[in-house]
């Protein structure tokens, strides 16, 4: 059979420099403007602001463009703290003072609960007038990541680069400091470089995962807790030999990190533990309960934010010693523990055992044991599972991942229960959820926004539904 290949069509650009005037950000917090009567996106281009550009891409319904400079400023601009801003694809706002990202956050909110009402057919004026906003949970805008991903990238010759994907690629950017990590995380590129250049097998790391969090060393002499604690997880696409393992062994000492290695199957750490130790990561919440979790578990990654996040939940919920929650999406149990000392009962729910198994634990380690975890599949027909009719109750708190909860909120309704605290980190499924709970009879009480993610478009809400 003859193969036909089709050449591959660059995207049009222009050399000729345009003058426009920018109207708004989109969702993503880049810059609008208009050329040849369709949208010309822009990033680092803000809203009132006339720039200079350079089209860099060209297709039938919008166009991209490069900024060249700025003619006239916005008086809502900053100058940028990190040194890599605009070639790192991890902030989209820095440009934006705090203030400003959180009026551009709500506004984006406000748009898709209006687009996705009116798709509903659900008043405009909920929307346009009347959401309930209330005063956002906020944090330090910076060193407030407690968690994240490096990338790591060898070359032909071996040269590596340490950091983060740049906008739009698959390449990453060489990041040499970081101002939204937490300290000391957010110094530790250049080091982990020097350790990579020394290695004897190159290019066997996929990427390494930071984390600061507290730990507890236990073995045959007791229990050692030790508070802010880096933990550095290796994935290692090959095993190490003696010299590496060296090499990290000496830095983990050096500079007070644990290591642990991650070859695809299992995390172990780099030191073998001795018989009957363990080390135990932990954060602890504003009411001294402690999360215990795993460095492959998903934790929130803002701890000032997760604590107020958790201390506004028990406030909205309105929470009386006789009530019955049940508790959607509970993950390691960061709501349930809380909530379980000031109820009667608390129903956790996760769609993954282990996940159940640890929320469990958890219980069990803080001494709470008017909690129950169970496994179930969210998103399918549960209202007939021995959980969801074990009791009826009162109140329902969710907080589900970036897919929303549509099947969840749909049944919900089915066992009406009367006050709904909805934690979205995805404002677009969250509006569509919304409508559905309106739909149903409820009402929007209160909403905020919870800048989980400060200087990113990321956005984090917490709203609360009553009937």
């Known amino acids: 059979m003859a193969n036909f290949f089709k050449a591959v069509v660059k995207p049009k650009t222009s050399k000729q420099l345009l003058t426009v005037s920018v109207d708004k950000l989109d969702m993503n917090g880049v810059g609008v403007a208009?050329?040849?009567?369709?949208?010309?996106?822009?990033?680092?281009a803000l809203p009132s602001e006339e720039v200079e550009v350079k089209v860099i891409e060209q297709k039938s319904k919008y166009s991209r463009a490069k900024l060249i400079s700025i003619i006239k400023k916005s008086d809502k601009r900053i100058q940028p703290q990190c040194i890599h801003f605009g070639l790192c694809g991890g902030c989209d706002?820095?440009?934006?003072?705090?203030?400003?990202?959180?009026?551009?956050?709500?506004?984006?909110?406000?748009?898709?609960?209006?687009?996705?009402?009116?798709a509903e057919n659900i008043a405009k004026k909920i929307v346009q007038q009347d959401l309930p906003w209330q005063a956002p949970i906020k944090s330090s805008p910076w060193n407030y990541r407690r968690k994240a991903r490096l990338g790591v990238q060898f070359d032909k010759k071996g040269q590596v680069t340490i950091g983060f994907r740049q906008k739009s690629t698959n390449?990453?950017?060489?990041?040499?400091?970081?101002?939204?990590l937490v300290e000391?995380?957010?110094?530790?590129?250049?080091?982990?470089?020097?350790?990579?250049?020394?290695?004897?097998?190159?290019?066997?790391?996929?990427?390494?995962?930071?984390?600061?969090?507290?730990?507890?060393?236990?073995?045959?002499?007791?229990?050692?807790?030790?508070?802010?604690?880096?933990?550095?997880?290796?994935?290692?696409?090959?095993?190490m030999n003696k010299a590496d393992i060296e090499l990290w062994l000496s830095n983990a000492q050096q500079h007070f990190w644990h290591v642990i290695v991650d070859d695809g199957d299992k995390q172990f750490p780099l030191v073998p533990l001795q018989k009957d130790s363990s080390l135990v990561l932990s954060y602890e919440l504003a009411d001294k309960s402690k999360i215990y979790f795993a460095s492959s578990d998903f934790i929130q990654i803002n701890h000032q934010v997760n604590n107020a996040m958790i201390s506004q939940a028990l406030t909205w919920l309105n929470l009386s010693s006789t009530d019955k929650v049940l508790d959607l999406f509970c993950g390691l149990g960061n709501f349930s523990l809380a909530l379980a000392k000031q109820v009667q009962i608390v129903t956790g729910v996760e769609g993954v055992q282990v996940m159940v198994d640890k929320a469990s634990k958890n219980a069990e380690f803080n001494i709470i044991d008017n909690c129950q975890f169970y496994q179930a599949d969210l998103n399918s027909d549960w209202l007939l599972?021995?959980?969801?009719?074990?009791?009826?109750f009162d109140k329902v708190l969710l907080d589900p991942a970036?897919?929303?909860?549509?099947?969840?909120?749909r049944q919900i309704a089915k066992l009406k229960i009367s006050t709904v605290l909805y934690v979205s980190c995805d404002p677009a499924t969250l509006a569509r959820d919304s409508a559905i709970l309106i739909a149903q009879g409820y009402k929007l009480d209160k909403m905020s926004l919870m800048d989980m993610f400060s200087q990113t478009k990321h956005v984090e809400t917490m709203v609360l539904f009553t009937q």
């Open 184 to 239: 000391p995380l957010n110094k530790i590129f250049p080091l982990l470089k020097k350790i990579m250049a020394q290695l004897t097998v190159k290019s066997a790391i996929g990427h390494i995962e930071a984390i600061q969090a507290d730990i507890i060393d236990s073995d045959s002499q007791g229990k050692i807790q030790k508070d802010n604690q880096i933990i550095l997880v290796i994935r290692q696409l090959r095993p």
């Open 385 to 392: 599972e021995s959980w969801a009719t074990e009791h009826v």
């Open 93 to 118: 706002l820095q440009i934006l003072d705090i203030t400003e990202q959180l009026n551009f956050k709500q506004q984006k909110v406000s748009y898709l609960f209006s687009r996705c009402f009116s």
């Open 171 to 180: 390449q990453l950017a060489a990041i040499k400091s970081c101002a939204v």
């Open 34 to 44: 208009r050329w040849q009567n369709k949208p010309l996106f822009i990033f680092g």
């Open 402 to 409: 970036r897919a929303g909860a549509e099947q969840a909120v």
